[in-house]
C-alpha cells in the first residue's frame, strides 16, 4: 500500500475527514478506558495520522519514561507498515519520525500552567511547532480554568489537544451521555470524547464515539481495536 493510499483508507477517517484547513475549528478530544485497553495506543495512532499528512505533533506522557514513549512509535508504525503491508516504510519512517517531539513529566509534577510555559517556549523560539498536542496519562481532570486556558492556547497557536485518562470499574459517575468519571464534570470542554471497552466476546475492543460535535462522518461503518496489535481497524 503507498502512503498515500494509507491516508485515505485510514479507519480514522471516520473521526477525522481529511481536507480539514488551517481555518478550521481546532478540537479537544478525550479517549478514556480502564488500565490496558489501548488508550495510549490510540493516541500513538491519531499522532501518526498526522505525522503522515506532514504534520508536526507534541506528545505530552505522564508517568512514563521517555524511552517508553518513543517505543510505542516504533511499535505502532511498524505493525502499521507490516499489516497494512506499506510500500517503503523505511523511508516514510525516517521521513515522519523527527515530525514527533515527546516531553515527559512525572505524574505529581504535570499542570497545565507547566505545559503552558514550556509550549510557549518551543513556539515563540522556533524550535518546535504542533499541529496537534497529545496529552497522555492525565488521569486526573484539569480544572475548568485550566481546560480554559489551554483551549485559549489552542485558538492562539492553532493545535488540535487530545487527551487519554483512566477510568475505573469501581467509580459509577458518568455524564448523562456516559462520559465516565474523572472527567464527568469536563465533558463541556471536549468535542470528541472516545470510550474504549472490551466486547464480551474477547475478539476485539470497542471503539465507541460516545460524543462528537465536529468530525464524525455520515458512515455505517464502527471502529474498534484488535486486542493483539492494538491498532485500530473497521468492523
Not at 505522564?62 to 517505543?71: F, H, M, S, W, Y
Not at 511499535?75 to 502499521?80: G, H, L, S, T, V
Not at 509534577?109 to 518546535?128: C, G, H, M, P, Y
Not at 480544572?143 to 486556558?149: F, H, Q, T, V
Amino acid at each position: 500500500m503507498l502512503k498515500e493510499d494509507f491516508i485515505n483508507k485510514n479507519p480514522l477517517r471516520i473521526i477525522s475527514p481529511l481536507g480539514r484547513g488551517d481555518s478550521s475549528p481546532k478540537r479537544m478530544g478525550l479517549v478514556m478506558a480502564r488500565a490496558g485497553m489501548g488508550k495510549t495506543a490510540v493516541l500513538v495512532q491519531i499522532a501518526l495520522d498526522s505525522m503522515f499528512q506532514g504534520n508536526n505533533i507534541l506528545h505530552v506522557s505522564i508517568g512514563q519514561k521517555l524511552d517508553k514513549a518513543t517505543v510505542w512509535y516504533d511499535d505502532m508504525f511498524r505493525d502499521i507498515a507490516r499489516i497494512r503491508d506499506l510500500e517503503n516504510f523505511k523511508q516514510i519512517q525516517e521521513e515522519i519520525m523527527p515530525r514527533r517531539m515527546i516531553l515527559t513529566f512525572n505524574v505529581d509534577s504535570f499542570t497545565v500552567a507547566k505545559l503552558k510555559e514550556r509550549l510557549e517556549d518551543l513556539v515563540e523560539q522556533n524550535i518546535f511547532c504542533p499541529a496537534c498536542v497529545l496529552i497522555d496519562g492525565c488521569d486526573d481532570s484539569p480544572s475548568d480554568a485550566e481546560l480554559l486556558e489551554l483551549r485559549a492556547l489552542m485558538d492562539n497557536y492553532g493545535f488540535d489537544t487530545w487527551f487519554s485518562a483512566r477510568n475505573h470499574r469501581g467509580d459509577q459517575r458518568a455524564s448523562e451521555t456516559g462520559v465516565p468519571a474523572p472527567y464527568h464534570n469536563a465533558e463541556k470542554f471536549f468535542d470528541t470524547v472516545i470510550l474504549l471497552q472490551p466486547v464480551k466476546d474477547g475478539d476485539r475492543i470497542a471503539f465507541n464515539i460516545i460524543k462528537d460535535q465536529k468530525e464524525v462522518s455520515k458512515t455505517d461503518k464502527n471502529l474498534h481495536l484488535d486486542p493483539s496489535s492494538l491498532l485500530i481497524t473497521e468492523n
